[in-house]
């Protein structure tokens, strides 16, 4: 069976500082992968999207940005984070040929 | 592009009593649409997806959408609720395979006892 580990659970980081979260796919080869950020209370937002290692497609700019190391693995970075940056960020996949898209638990970042 | 109209972002019910949640959608092809929940700081889980046929779909624990192309519509229903159905459902749609996932803003739902 498939498995998406998030990590960290959560974290809280101070204004300026970088971060990085990771997210890891297993039990499936290939998928496509999506990071989205969920603001507290709001929808939710797709960042970017990768379909192939090496390659990271960007949906909108947060200064923020995404790398796909491995076939399993999608990384969420910044090197400063602003304030804007607290919220809900959700990795994703899903299988090329179908629309469904399978959600992590999510990492919690409160930036203060 | 793709949009989803969630009108209402908050919906109380008695425990027990029956349960619609209003999800419009606009796409400019035939969308591929979905319904998730979210848990209090959980990611969010599949309910049901609709992409052709049967537009009345069948999802987990007793919930079921249905597709209406001339209302353009996807309103997701449960005929009794339970206390830990509240939860936030979001509508979404897509146009297919690999295509970006639209969601709407969500409809908390709060199930009284």
């Known amino acids: 069976a498939q498995t998406i580990h998030q990590w960290p659970v959560a974290e809280i980081k101070a204004v300026g500082s970088p971060l990085s979260l990771g997210c890891t796919i297993k039990?499936?080869?290939?998928?496509?992968l999506y990071w989205y950020w969920q603001a507290t209370g709001g929808t939710l937002q797709q960042l970017f999207y990768s379909i192939t290692v090496g390659q990271v497609e960007s949906v909108v700019q947060l200064n923020l940005s995404a790398s796909r190391p491995k076939d399993d693995q999608f990384i969420l970075s910044t090197e400063k984070l602003l304030l804007s940056h607290s919220g809900f960020y959700l990795c994703?996949?899903?299988?090329?040929?179908?629309?469904?898209?399978?959600f992590g638990k999510g990492t919690r970042l409160t930036v203060v | 592009a793709q949009s989803v109209t969630q009108p209402d972002a908050r919906v109380t019910v008695s425990e027990g009593a029956s349960l619609q949640l209003r999800c419009k959608y606009s796409s400019s092809v035939t969308p591929y649409l979905f319904w998730y929940v979210q848990y209090p700081r959980q990611g969010l889980q599949l309910l049901l997806k609709?992409?052709?046929?049967?537009?009345v779909v069948q999802g987990v624990n007793g919930f079921e959408a249905e597709f209406s192309k001339s209302n353009s519509s996807f309103h997701l229903r449960k005929a009794s609720v339970h206390w830990s159905d509240s939860a936030v459902y979001f509508c979404a749609v897509s146009r297919g395979t690999g295509s970006k996932l639209s969601f709407g803003k969500g409809a908390k739902l709060t199930v009284s006892p």
């Open positions: 994703a996949w899903s299988l090329a040929g179908t629309g469904e898209v399978f």
């Open positions: 039990g499936k080869s290939s998928p496509n």
């Open positions: 609709y992409y052709s046929g049967d537009p």
